[in-house]
């Protein structure tokens, strides 16, 4: 699931303040502790190398995002795709490979220990 900010509806607006707020973005209920990631990532980069061996070839985390810059796309184990630009708000359940199609920057809170088997399993991918 993404959103453009303009899309996220605007629950309260005053003087030198818009609160906008999109219900049902998700569901970390019993996910345990969150990180916060900031990624940095070049055009080409595509994580179907990096995560064969894993569950369906595929990160098995949740995220919630925001994509500072750039453009992403999301494969899920379904093979549906979704793309995400600058000023996105994202949502990406597991099951999913990510291609970037355009230099970017992303910020990510992901559920700590299922994200850290992913990127554990990265490491080691590029190590070989």
């Known amino acids: 699931m993404r959103i453009a ?30 990180s916060c990631e900031y990624f940095t990532l070049s055009a080409g980069v595509d994580t179907i190398p990096l995560f064969q061996g894993l569950q369906g070839n595929s990160c098995q985390s949740p995220h919630w995002g925001f994509v500072l810059r750039g453009q992403l796309t999301t494969t899920d184990d379904q093979g549906i795709q979704e793309t995400v630009y600058a000023n996105d ?3 990406w359940p597991p099951g999913h490979n990510v291609r970037v199609d355009a230099d970017a ?22 190590k070989r």
Do not use: C, N, W
């Not at 996220?8 to 005053?14: A, G, S, T």
């Not at 920057?105 to 590029?126: A, G, L, R």
């Open 5 to 34: 900010k303009d899309d996220v509806d605007v629950r309260m607006q005053i003087p030198g303040a818009v609160i906008r707020q999109r219900m049902d973005f998700g569901d970390a209920t019993g996910l345990g502790k969150i």
């Open 89 to 91: 708000l994202f949502y």
């Open 105 to 126: 920057e992303i910020v990510m809170f992901s559920p700590q220990h299922e994200h850290s088997i992913v990127i554990d399993h990265m490491i080691e991918k590029t």
